[in-house]
């Protein structure tokens, strides 16, 4: 298995601005965007996938984790994958910090191989997306999706499981 790991320190902002850069003809200032040093963008099926099954249009936000995305998942338009969120007043009350702070760990989110993301879907950490699935388009998944199985709406619930 062929993995293509970003560090999203350096290598995927510069990777993906270029991407979008050299198709729109246009140049751009690398983004200097603070996050955790050991959060990463983990792709599946090496710098195929990226070209080939991974918009321009996606956006991932490793801010509080990992990303990792399995070989042979191909992810609509518009598609976000956010592991980052603000502490609302009561947790960020119950942990001691500041109201809208942002944890930068324990966010992860997972999707395993052969998926189909939906364009304009949203992916929010801490989540598991098992082998084969699919997310409907416009689809809002916060809670764990098991293999082979369909799931729709915001928030996203099971339609139906995948048949072999």
């Known amino acids: 298995m062929k993995h293509f790991i970003i560090d999203i320190i350096l290598t995927p902002i510069d990777y993906l601005f270029n991407k979008i850069a050299k198709r729109n003809k246009i140049s751009f200032l ?8 050991e959060h990463r963008l983990v792709i599946g099926g090496g710098e195929y ?13 490793t801010g509080s984790g990992t990303i990792t995305i399995g ?5 609509g338009e518009y598609v976000q994958l956010l592991t980052g ?4 007043v009561e947790d960020a009350k119950r942990m001691g910090v500041k109201l809208h702070t942002v944890p930068d760990e324990f966010r992860e989110i ?3 191989a052969n998926c189909y993301i939906g364009s304009s879907a949203i992916i929010l950490g801490n989540v598991n997306i098992g082998d084969y699935s ?4 416009g689809s809002v998944v916060y809670n764990d ?3 082979m199985t ?11 499981k995948l048949k072999t």
């Open 30 to 37: 690398p983004a200097k965007i603070p996050t955790h040093e």
């Open 49 to 61: 996938a990226i070209r080939h099954q991974i918009p321009d249009t996606v956006i991932f936000n």
């Open 71 to 75: 070989e042979n998942t191909v992810l």
């Open 85 to 88: 969120y603000h502490l609302n």
């Open 110 to 112: 997972n999707i395993g």
């Open 134 to 137: 699919v997310i409907a388009a």
């Open 145 to 147: 999706v098991p293999s």
């Open 150 to 160: 369909i799931v729709a709406g915001n928030p996203a619930i099971h339609i139906r």
